[in-house]
């Protein structure tokens, strides 16, 4: 296959192919792409923007691309009319090239990874946060209370987009995604990402981190947490997210 097929001037596309062992028997192969995780044990095939679990199949997304730049290199900060709308809108932009039902099926992953899924997603989110209002801090400074107060909306707004997305597979293909969350399962995610994230950076964000620890302590969630969530805001399963420089 990687030689292809000359007689009918058929090749194929490298940098969509990929394999979960050593097709040209050199490590520095570019069709090997297995990511390792932090156990030494799970390997992971990276494929056009996903990581494929060699073992379970389950999907999560792939993040990878993030390690060589500083994140703020990502961002586009605008400082002009109102700055502080903007950034309401870019923190729904965040949310949405990673939110897609492949991600939140119960046909494909465990209740565990599509909760992992989420979180990481959030503290993407989070990150891009921070370099946001940390670059814009150079012209003009956010009350805390409105990041507060569009952050929740943020989380929010997570959980309905998933919904969508999901329901709009269902309309346009024979597939039948299946969706077993709850709206407090992904509120109570989102503030613990951005609480990690931003707790990192306090000095910056003092009085919005008092905010969303107490918004977080007082979720009725945190009375009981499932194993599904403990799983999920594990820090070692998201070791690789944790070296992106924010």
């Not at 570019?30 to 056009?48: C, E, H, I, P, Q």
């Not at 900060?77 to 923190?91: A, T, Y």
């Not at 939140?104 to 921070?130: C, G, P, T, W």
């Not at 969508?164 to 709206?183: D, Q, T, V």
């Amino acid at each position: 296959m990687k030689r292809g097929f000359r007689v009918y001037n058929c090749y194929m596309n490298e940098k969509k192919f990929s394999a979960n062992f050593d097709v040209e028997q050199t490590p520095d192969s570019s069709l090997n792409r297995v990511y390792v995780g932090k156990d030494g044990a799970t390997s992971f095939v990276r494929w056009s923007g996903l990581l494929i679990n060699c073992s379970t199949m389950e999907i999560q997304a792939d993040y990878t691309k993030y390690l060589s730049n500083h994140l703020s290199s990502t961002l586009t900060v605008c400082w002009q009319g109102k700055p502080g709308n903007r950034l309401k809108e870019k923190l729904r932009l965040f949310l949405r090239p990673k939110c897609h039902p492949l991600f939140f099926d119960s046909n494909i992953n465990s209740a565990e990874v599509v909760r992992l899924n989420i979180y990481q997603m959030f503290l993407i989110s989070a990150m891009k946060f921070h370099c946001y209002i940390r670059d814009l801090s150079f012209v003009c400074k956010v009350d805390q209370r409105y990041c507060s107060s569009i952050i929740q909306k943020s989380l929010r707004y997570m959980h309905m987009l998933i919904k969508r997305r999901m329901h709009s597979l269902r309309l346009s293909s024979s597939i039948r995604p299946i969706l077993k969350l709850k709206k407090g399962e992904v509120e109570w995610l989102g503030l613990h990402a951005f609480i990690q994230v931003l707790k990192r950076k306090q000095s910056r964000h003092k009085k919005l981190l008092a905010v969303l620890k107490s918004k977080l302590l007082s979720h009725r969630i945190s009375g009981s947490v499932s194993p599904e969530l403990k799983f999920a805001v594990d820090a070692e399963n998201s070791s690789l997210l944790w070296k992106i420089k924010y």
